[in-house]
């Protein structure tokens, strides 16, 4: 049997390329497929392969001084969704241009952690007032995100830098915002630079959307299926899951993203049946 685990671990890296050199061997070791990003502030990746090999990369990952204690999201796949085994040593853990402060136990200043359990009685508590805020690009939003969030328009996760400072944000700088994204690691990044922007009650989904899913599959404040990156592109949390996207043919509600240009963040939204005949081209 073979899945898909996603993590990231926010920490001091003083070594980069030793760290770089021990994944690549423990991976081509497990025959594991897929992404790890590591900078000096942590790392991020997303791996498929045979369930016992992963578990195997869990175990040295706990064994290591400083990647013990990550929390890894398991979901249904293979190391064949990836074309192959990428790792390497970048800049940034998120790529913003932006960083916050990261210590031992993680983002200094960043939002407050809640569970999913913990946003619903947040939800509960303080009803209309909260409001579900989208750490990711739009295109990914565009076939699943949370009922009533806001949805920023960008493209890129480094465009939040200046979209924050627009002014139809204010209203909402006052108000619980609970900032969610795919595993929870750019809601790290985003949230400590809402809050240094001005933001007063900053919270982020603990998990991200992953661990929320996994939660309450289709039966909580989630709507839609979540954006993936790699060649499953669309991951439904039950069987109840809907499309809430329209194809840009037909019109019909779809979750189909087709790729006419080789560029991720221009995707279109095309049901099976208008992508069998043609391809927008923009």
């Not at 942590?42 to 204690?69: C, P, Q, R, V, W």
């Not at 949805?151 to 944000?169: G, H, R, W």
């Not at 007063?200 to 954006?227: C, N, P, R, S, T």
Request: aromatic share 10%.
């Amino acid at each position: 049997m073979e899945k898909i685990i996603l993590y990231y671990k926010f920490v001091p890296i003083p070594d980069t390329e030793s760290v770089l050199f021990w994944q690549k061997a423990l991976c081509e070791k497990l025959g594991l497929k897929g992404r790890i990003l590591i900078s000096g502030k942590g790392l991020n990746g997303t791996l498929g392969g045979d369930i016992k090999a992963l578990k195997a990369y869990k175990k040295a990952m706990n064994e290591h001084s400083l990647f013990g204690e990550i929390e890894y999201k398991w979901s249904d796949g293979s190391a064949d969704d990836f074309p192959k085994l990428s790792i390497k040593v970048r800049s940034e853990t998120v790529t913003l241009g932006w960083e916050p402060n990261v210590g031992q136990n993680g983002v200094i200043g960043g939002g407050k952690h809640l569970k999913p359990s913990q946003v619903h009685k947040l939800v509960q508590d303080r009803g209309d007032d909260v409001v579900f805020f989208d750490g990711r690009n739009k295109y990914e939003a565009s076939i699943g995100k949370f009922k009533n969030a806001v949805v920023p328009d960008v493209n890129t996760f480094k465009e939040y830098m200046t979209e924050l400072d627009k002014p139809e944000y204010d209203e909402i700088k006052k108000k619980p915002v609970v900032t969610y994204c795919t595993g929870g690691i750019r809601c790290e990044t985003l949230s400590a630079l809402m809050i240094e922007k001005g933001f007063e009650e900053v919270y982020q989904m603990d998990g991200g959307i992953v661990k929320y899913g996994e939660a309450y599959k289709d039966e909580g404040y989630w709507e839609g299926k979540l954006f993936v990156f790699d060649k499953r592109m669309k991951l439904g949390f039950s069987g109840d899951s809907k499309d809430i996207a329209m194809c840009e043919k037909c019109g019909k509600k779809t979750s189909n993203q087709i790729n006419s240009t080789n560029i991720r963040r221009r995707l279109h939204i095309v049901c099976e049946a208008c992508a069998l005949t043609s391809l927008i081209r923009k």
